[in-house]
């Protein structure tokens, strides 16, 4: 899915970078068909913090593609999308 892009126009419009976030095994413990979280999360998910990417010298969309790679990059290839095109 495409990102929505108002945290990109904010860095954009500020100059400041954004730190992408990935977060591996989330679906082990809230599934997309349960309210609630199926199961305790110690030891399942993995939160992987990347380098900032900073938003100068790039256009919004840039900096959306950019966040989005270094995202994909940080999971498993087993969460990966099938394809990187939005």
């Not at 679906?27 to 939160?47: D, G, L, Q, T």
């Not at 969309?61 to 999308?81: F, K, M, N, T, Y």
Request: proline content about 10%; charged content about 20%.
């Amino acid at each position: 899915m495409p990102f929505k892009n108002g945290a990109f126009k904010m860095a954009h419009k500020a100059g400041k970078p954004v730190i992408p976030v990935s977060i591996c095994g989330a679906a082990k413990v809230m599934p997309s068909y349960w309210m609630f979280p199926f199961k305790p999360a110690h030891n399942v998910c993995k939160v992987v913090l990347h380098e900032p990417i900073e938003s100068e010298g790039k256009t919004e969309q840039e900096l959306a593609d950019a966040v989005r790679d270094a995202i994909v990059a940080g999971l498993p290839e087993e969460q990966r999308p099938l394809t990187t095109t939005q």
